[in-house]
Nanobody, 119 residues
Framework: QVQLVESGGGLVQPGGSLRLSCAASGTAFSTYDMAWYRQAPGKQRELVARIYSSSATNSADSVKGRFTISRDNVKNTVYLQMNSLKPDDTAVYYC?????????????WGQGIQVTVSS
């Protein structure tokens, strides 16, 4: 079982920066692929960025060059550094953990954290 707790959200002006953190409890954090998703009002949840257990990453085209995902396997934490924020980035951001073990998919979500980009 993995519990995920997000922090670092809030209100920021356009062009500003925020860093989201997701602290994971439980064991074997390093074996999980971690990701950030977001959901804006009236829209479907979408993948923002993923970092694999290998530390390879990928991200949505809409955030490339602005957002960076990273992980610290000692602190059991995944981060999302968000720069040059735009009003369209306003959403609830969710942390996600996933791995396949013994042919079973283990997947966990955080409770979500609000990010609002507005002047």
């Amino acid at each position: 079982q993995v519990q995920l707790v997000e922090s670092g959200g809030g209100l920021v002006q356009p062009g500003g920066s925020l860093r989201l953190s997701c602290a994971a409890s439980g064991t074997a954090f390093s074996t999980y692929d971690m990701a950030w998703y977001r959901q804006a009002p009236g829209k479907q949840r979408e993948l923002v960025a993923r970092i694999y257990s290998s530390s390879a990453t990928n991200s949505a085209d809409s955030v490339k060059g602005r957002f960076t995902i990273s992980r610290d396997n000692v602190k059991n934490t995944v981060y999302l550094q968000m720069n040059s924020l735009k009003p369209d980035d306003t959403a609830v951001y969710y942390c996600h953990a996933q791995r396949i073990r013994d042919n079973a998919l283990n997947t966990y979500w955080g409770q979500g954290i609000q990010v609002t980009v507005s002047s």
